[in-house]
C-alpha cells in the first residue's frame, strides 16, 4: 500500500456546512538508502458554489476569481481518487480531511496515518503540534503555509523527519510501540514496524567486522 499525503483548504472548520476549495495532494516512494520521497503530486481548486469569507482569503490567499472555473467538488473527488486510490492517506490531522472528504462522497474506510498523532507518540515534549511550528523545529522548508499542496508537501517531509526520529530508538522499544500501537489502526502499527526493520538493519550493520 503506497502513501498519499494529503491536505485540504476549506471554507471552514465544519464539514456538515462549510466546503472544499483545494485539494493537494503527494504520492510517496522510497529512496535507495529507503528514506520517503515525494514522487507524483496532484492540485486543484475547487468551486464552493458560494463566495469566500474574507478570513479565509486572508489566511489562504485564495480569492473568489481562483475559483471561477473550478471543478465542482464531485469532479474534484472523482480527479483525486484516481489519483489516490484506496492508498493510505497521511495528513496533519487527517481525520479533518477525511471528514470534508467523505462527506463529498469519498467511501468510508480510507486507511490513514495521522502525523499529529505520530509526532505526540515520539515527541510529547513539543511546545506545539501545528504543522508549521513542527516544521519550523525540523527545520523544514513550509513553502505557502495554508496552501494545500504545499501544506501535503510539508506533511510527508514531517513523516520523513518522524520516520527517521523512529528508527533512531532502541529496537526492543519500537517493538512495544508496534504492539501498542495496533489499536490505533494497521498504518500506525506498520509505521512502528517499518522502523523497527530500519533500525535493526542499522544495528545489524554497526556490529558487522
Same mark, same amino acid.
Given at each position: 500500500?503506497?502513501?498519499?499525503?494529503?491536505?485540504?483548504?476549506?471554507?471552514?472548520?465544519?464539514?456538515?456546512?462549510?466546503?472544499?476549495?483545494?485539494?493537494?495532494?503527494?504520492?510517496?516512494?522510497?529512496?535507495?538508502?529507503?528514506?520517503?520521497?515525494?514522487?507524483?503530486?496532484?492540485?486543484?481548486?475547487?468551486?464552493?458554489?458560494?463566495?469566500?469569507?474574507?478570513?479565509?482569503?486572508?489566511?489562504?490567499?485564495?480569492?473568489?476569481?481562483?475559483?471561477?472555473?473550478?471543478?465542482?467538488?464531485?469532479?474534484?473527488?472523482?480527479?483525486?481518487? /484516481?489519483? @489516490?486510490?484506496?492508498?493510505?492517506? %497521511?495528513?496533519?490531522?487527517? $481525520?479533518?480531511? !477525511?471528514?470534508?472528504?467523505? *462527506? #463529498?462522497?469519498?467511501?468510508?474506510?480510507?486507511?490513514?496515518?495521522?502525523?499529529?498523532?505520530?509526532?505526540?507518540?515520539?515527541?510529547?515534549?513539543?511546545?506545539?503540534?501545528?504543522?508549521?511550528?513542527?516544521?519550523?523545529?525540523?527545520?523544514?522548508?513550509?513553502?505557502?503555509?495554508?496552501?494545500?499542496?504545499?501544506?501535503?508537501?510539508?506533511?510527508?517531509?514531517?513523516?520523513?523527519?518522524?520516520?527517521?526520529?523512529?528508527?533512531?530508538?532502541?529496537?526492543?522499544?519500537?517493538?512495544?510501540?508496534?504492539? /501498542?500501537? @495496533?489499536?490505533?489502526?494497521?498504518? %500506525?502499527?506498520?509505521?512502528? $514496524?517499518?522502523? !523497527?526493520?530500519?533500525?535493526? *538493519? #542499522?544495528?545489524?550493520?554497526?556490529?558487522?567486522?
Amino acid at each position: 500500500m503506497e502513501l498519499i499525503a494529503i491536505d485540504l483548504e476549506t471554507t471552514g472548520l465544519d464539514p456538515s456546512r462549510d466546503r472544499i476549495v483545494e485539494i493537494g495532494a503527494v504520492r510517496l516512494g522510497r529512496s535507495a538508502a529507503g528514506g520517503l520521497v515525494a514522487g507524483e503530486r496532484f492540485q486543484t481548486f475547487v468551486d464552493p458554489g458560494r463566495p469566500l469569507d474574507p478570513a479565509i482569503t486572508r489566511l489562504t490567499g485564495i480569492r473568489d476569481e481562483d475559483l471561477r472555473g473550478a471543478p465542482d467538488v464531485a469532479s474534484a473527488l472523482a480527479a483525486f481518487t /484516481a489519483f @489516490a486510490g484506496r492508498d493510505c492517506l %497521511v495528513g496533519h490531522n487527517v $481525520a479533518f480531511d !477525511l471528514a470534508f472528504l467523505e *462527506r #463529498a462522497g469519498l467511501a468510508p474506510g480510507q486507511p490513514s496515518l495521522d502525523t499529529v498523532e505520530l509526532a505526540s507518540i515520539l515527541w510529547p515534549e513539543a511546545s506545539s503540534y501545528a504543522l508549521q511550528r513542527l516544521a519550523a523545529e525540523a527545520h523544514l522548508d513550509p513553502g505557502s503555509a495554508h496552501r494545500a499542496l504545499d501544506d501535503a508537501l510539508t506533511c510527508a517531509s514531517l513523516l520523513g523527519e518522524l520516520a527517521g526520529a523512529a528508527a533512531a530508538l532502541r529496537p526492543e522499544l519500537l517493538e512495544e510501540l508496534r504492539q /501498542a500501537a @495496533a489499536p490505533l489502526g494497521e498504518p %500506525v502499527a506498520a509505521f512502528f $514496524a517499518d522502523a !523497527l526493520r530500519t533500525a535493526l *538493519r #542499522a544495528a545489524w550493520s554497526e556490529r558487522a567486522p
